[in-house]
């Protein structure tokens, strides 16, 4: 354990509210202007490019780093990944670090999509936003599916749709429910989702236990499944959602690590009912994690991921419970998180009740997202005189074309 | 277009029943002993080694032969399509071809998944199929969804599951249904589903025509959905089936090209309704390919492909509705195909009426699946003197573990 009082020589990073102290340590993958995407990792307002580490010799992650995704060093395994952790934290360490590490400016990068997504799964495991999203489409008597306190209910997503923090998101065109028949338009119910992302970083091949399944996680992003409701309402039943949430899933571009996050476990609400041993959690596998989404640039709901009632490790065990093979590099959403007041909600669906009670914002009334529109999540667990924090998850909305 | 009396000089390809006759020409990836997989295409009983022709200057595919997978040789575009199939049906002509070619028994080959599948998606476009699953899910009032006839319905399934022909399947454990909650135990309710898969060999990146979809599409497979119809009925609401469908889906190892099967374009049923104009298609986009589906060598059920109510072009087009990304590599299953017949099902599900009424076999009677039975799926399309085929694509039931 990282004691909590180490400070960092790069001064920014001591800040309280800097989103990556010496604790944090969070992996992505930049480039500076004229150079190729190589791994770094995020300390104060600095990169450290850990290819030229490598390259010099002050780190050994097998030559990973110099891949323009973290898939190889997350192959590389726990062990190394606890080894390069305890490394990086002697080497940024105010007593005793090492002062030539070659640091870029985070302001000057460019961030790129952290992995190369192999398959994304996209879970629904907050009861607030379960109950209120089966409401409004399948009314409240039908609300909760009958499952969903018995295993954590999950879609396969689409990796292929997958996008780094910043990257504009087209509003959808799609198949919409109309008078007489479908039509085709725009969505005029675009919607985020507030999220947290686990990184499979270790593969599986038969059925993994929840214990087995944490310690395949490499770390965490923030994550927004941008859905469109009205597409969405039209095709989902009954094999699910697919195109509604095809076109983008936006991540933030540093993964924070399972280790970073490690003192800040904590356990979720009460068990409406006992769960089938293969999803039983030896110890509390939530995080004490603060999340807030704004609308441009206005925070309009804030929530802790305590409130989900699945942790990504038992989400991991159910998704390998039939024997499938999991892969490094798979992305596994949370579900919407939402809390039960409405400032507390992960989506607009919720907050608005369908578009019913619209929310005054400094730009306007909303139901559902407008062209120009920018989200961004943002989220931190807060420690003694520090925290670790995610950066920025952020999209704005381009008109339909 | 290829003259349809063009014989090989591989003799056991000029069989009337040879599935590989030079009109045919499908690509796969195959091993002998001591050698890495390589790609090759099945000429009779024959399969022609490519990497090789490459090397000794017969062909030229840039180097892309020499892949463990098809997925080099795709990228290269449907002019290189075009060109080598014109080049290797001159090398394998009876008349004016090369007798020097690589060649090596198929009988002594291991034949190993053919394509890298980026990502896997399920559709559901036949409509006995869509009605006599939905009339056992969801009783026969609610049985065909609304949005069926306007569009193709789909579902992303799980890549890292799909195996190759041969490849032993285990019956999966997960979460039943039980008197008093879920209990876990083996599916008892083990399926099959018989499909064609469609691989994507160029990418998109917005939305794209019919037409355009259709080039996008190197060729075909039979594909088999194995589903754990038990674990199915219990996950499956709201987001659609899960784990039911996440432990194997089976491809034939021999990809049947798109222009192998050109002659065979086919119309399906009359449609029930005008189709919204991004999915008119403008020709023909079926095959007249006969199916069949085998338990234990006992065939038991035929139909033919063009019963579907959606081509896997409007298929994929449907898919880039959003603007979902597509790339090189994705698989598209058609969803079961299934005639008016109970010997027309593609699945034991319809054929049992979910279990209802035992199908009589030569090792005794059968409602689902048994520990050690074998599926095959087979078909082809017949022409003046060959037929197009695509060989085996069978899997044995291992016991739950």
Not at 325 to 351: C, K, N, V
Request: hydrophobic residues 40%.
């Amino acid at each position: 354990m990282i004691a909590t009082s180490r400070r960092s020589w790069v001064a920014t990073a001591n800040a309280p509210d800097s989103d990556f102290p010496l604790q944090n340590l969070p992996y992505g993958v930049f480039a500076t202007p004229g150079t190729a995407p190589r791994c770094g990792v995020a300390i104060g307002d600095q990169i450290v490019d850990l290819a030229a580490c490598e390259a010099v010799g002050f780190l050994d992650a097998g030559g990973a780093f110099a891949a323009s995704a973290l898939n190889a060093f997350m192959a590389q395994g726990p062990a190394v990944w606890e080894r390069v952790r305890a490394r990086l934290t002697d080497l940024l360490a105010e007593d005793g670090g090492n002062r030539d590490l070659p640091l870029f400016p985070m302001v000057g990068a460019t961030l790129h999509l952290p992995i190369t997504v192999s398959e994304y799964t996209d879970f629904y495991a907050s009861r607030n936003h379960a109950f209120n999203v089966g409401a409004l489409f399948r009314g409240p008597e039908n609300a909760l599916p009958l499952q969903w306190t018995h295993m954590p209910i999950g879609y396969n997503g689409r990796a292929s749709s997958v996008v780094v923090s910043g990257t504009p998101v087209r509003r959808p065109m799609g198949q919409l429910r109309g008078e007489d028949g479908p039509r085709w338009a725009a969505s005029a119910r675009l919607d985020l989702e507030l999220e947290l992302g686990a990184i499979v970083g270790q593969p599986s091949t038969g059925r993994v236990s929840v214990a087995e399944a944490e310690a395949m996680i490499f770390g965490y992003v923030l994550l927004n499944d941008w859905s469109a409701r009205d597409i969405q309402a039209w095709e989902y039943q009954p094999l699910g959602p697919f195109q509604a949430k095809a076109f983008a899933t936006t991540i933030s571009p540093w993964v924070v690590t399972r280790a970073a996050l490690e003192p800040f476990r904590r356990a979720g609400a009460p068990r409406e009912n006992p769960l089938l041993p293969y999803l039983a959690e030896a110890r509390p596998g939530l995080y004490d994690l603060d999340l807030s989404w704004s609308l441009n640039g206005e925070v309009m709901a804030r929530v802790n991921y305590a409130v989900m009632y699945y942790s990504s490790a038992q989400q991991l065990a159910h998704h390998t419970s039939s024997g499938c093979p999991m892969r490094i590099g798979d992305l596994l959403g949370s579900g919407t998180i939402s809390g039960p007041a409405r400032d507390q909600t992960g989506a607009l669906l919720e907050m608005t009740e369908g578009g019913k009670f619209p929310v005054e914002t400094a730009r306007g009334r909303r139901t559902f997202l407008e062209d120009g529109d920018s989200v961004t999540l943002e989220g931190h667990s807060q420690g003694p005189g520090y925290r670790i924090g995610f950066g920025r998850c952020e999209g704005t909305i381009l008109p339909a074309e």
